[in-house]
């Protein structure tokens, strides 16, 4: 049989761009400073940064020049990309070591100042206001070198100098190979994977919230910015006018997120997908503001967030919260305080990825459950199957969707199933968005199906004699669904019965670690 011939013809920009990135990784892989793609994605993302900056900075002077209007750069020289890393044949080996990291170094122009580094964590915004220079501050604040060979860093250099920010196919094709990277990245992660949501989940939550231009969307909590990145490609469509792209670029979307790393991959893939100074904040939002200081003028239309589940707070970000609403699990505090972001008489409205936990809790869960019920309108609860988040948890999660239209009459649920002959989701087969499409034609006409039921919010409350809140249980099965045969093998069923019995053993050891530490 004849071989077929590999294709001469010149490359797509897809293919060359692949290219590129596959080439910086091989390269970043022979570097002894580097273990793992943990330290491969953020050092080629802050690269990345740079030449995307120094790209953006030259289209802003070209304008500007047209416009007759002074230009104020960012990143003044000799720190300027173009500076320093646009010669194949420039500041290589230790010297390129050293101008990064030193905190005073002499500069590729012969002088003596700031390594780039130092340099870059220095820069201010210009008349007391948040621009460029802010992000560009924040993003290398704690930033190291970890690549210990200059002469491979200058090989990854002169690779990222052969992309053109300034093409919008080439921007638009290294957004999609950057989440490929992302998702990368999530699986390398392990445990330290919390800030990742299923693009499938993501993509139907912000479809049914439906962001409007003029609307301003938030996550607090936004990871890689997975949410606020499609929500601005569904704003993008909304684009008609001059205006409109200034209303989308200046204020359409907020972000906060506690950990430097995702906040650094947040940064990258806002500005890939166009946004040209996203506006997120480091730091846990949680310890931002004391929850009753939070006012109209804090407040937005949409709220869009997978918050962290399963952690806990301490005692300092509690005071932040009412006496009898405080508690150490995260997912609820980040509840309280989406509850109280949103703008009020109807022009609010949330989707929060939330654990089964939240949903059949007491406490202080019943306590903030009544409260979404009597003031806000929990109109829908999604239920999703198991293994949608695997392999980084086991645990059943649900999306719930208020807005503040409330206080809430009824709730709708929907019970999304596992497609025919599947048993579990995994990161080599997740959930597709297609999979949702029943669901979204269910939404707007909420018509008779074994998947969805309903329950009258009044049901749901629980109260002693004195009218205070007992329970509130919103983790409720199908009653639609019939009792499915078991068709696995015995030995099969025996090992899942020893797996959740060694599930339980290794919390109940976990359990007696937390009790004797605190002894």
């Known amino acids: 049989m004849a071989r077929t011939k590999k294709s001469t013809g010149p490359q797509t920009t897809a293919q060359r761009l692949d290219s590129i990135v596959k080439s910086a990784r091989q390269i970043m892989r022979k570097d002894k400073g580097l273990n793992g793609d943990l330290d491969r994605l953020p050092l080629l993302t802050w690269v990345l940064f740079l030449k995307f900056v120094d ?92 690549m210990e060979s200059g002469y491979l860093l200058r090989d990854v250099i002169n690779l990222v100098d052969a992309i053109h920010f300034d093409a919008s196919e080439e921007i638009h094709t290294l957004s999609r190979l950057y989440e490929g990277l992302l998702r990368e990245m999530r699986d390398a992660a392990g445990d330290s994977g919390e800030f990742y949501t299923p693009r499938a989940v993501v993509r139907f939550m912000v479809a049914v919230t439906d962001p409007r231009l003029g609307e301003t969307v938030l996550d607090p909590a936004c990871g890689t910015g997975g949410f606020l990145a499609e929500a601005f490609e569904h704003l993008k469509d909304q684009v008609r006018t001059t205006e409109d792209r200034e209303v989308l670029q200046g204020r359409s979307l907020i972000g906060g997120e506690a950990k430097r790393l995702p906040y650094l991959l947040a940064q990258m893939n806002l500005l890939l997908h166009g946004l040209e100074a996203p506006d997120i904040t480091l730091g846990n939002a949680l310890a931002r503001q004391r929850l009753a200081e939070i006012g109209e003028r804090d407040r937005v239309n949409v709220i869009l967030t997978n918050p962290p589940f399963g952690g806990e707070e301490e005692v300092g970000i509690q ?37 089964n936990g939240t949903l059949f809790e007491n406490g202080v869960a019943a306590r903030v459950k009544a409260d979404l019920l009597r003031e806000f309108n929990l109109h829908t609860v999604l239920r999703l199957p198991e293994g949608v988040f695997a392999p980084y948890t086991d645990i059943p999660t649900n999306v719930i969707f208020f807005d503040t239209t409330g206080p809430t009459r009824d709730v709708h649920y929907w019970q999304q199933p596992m497609p025919e002959g599947r048993r579990k989701y995994s990161k080599t087969a997740p959930l597709q968005f297609e999979e949702l499409a029943d669901c979204l034609a269910w939404w707007k006409t909420r018509g008779e199906d074994p998947r969805a039921w309903r329950v009258p919010a009044e049901d749901l409350i629980r109260t002693d004699d004195e009218g205070r809140v007992v329970a509130v249980n919103l983790d409720l099965k199908n009653p639609n669904a019939r009792e499915v045969e078991d068709h696995r093998a015995p030995a099969e069923i025996l090992q899942g019965i020893v797996a959740r019995e060694q599930r339980v053993l290794d919390l109940l050891r976990e359990i007696e670690a937390l009790v004797a530490e605190r002894a």
């Open 319 to 355: 005071t932040n919260f009412p006496e009898d609403r405080r508690t150490n699990e995260t997912a609820l505090l980040f509840l309280q305080l989406i509850m109280r972001r949103l703008k009020r008489n109807g022009q609010g409205r949330a989707a929060v990825v939330v654990p």
């Open 55 to 146: 790209d953006m900075e030259r289209i802003h002077e070209d304008e500007a020049a047209l416009a007759g209007q002074p230009f104020h750069a960012a990143i003044e020289p000799p720190y300027r990309w173009r500076d320093w890393a646009a010669r194949r044949d420039g500041i290589t080996g230790p010297d390129l070591i050293r101008f990064l990291a030193a905190e005073e170094t002499i500069r590729p122009d012969g002088s003596k100042g700031p390594g780039l580094f130092n340099y870059l964590r220095s820069l201010r915004g210009r008349n007391g206001g948040r621009d460029r220079r802010d992000v560009i501050a924040t993003v290398f604040a704690e930033m190291t070198n970890r």
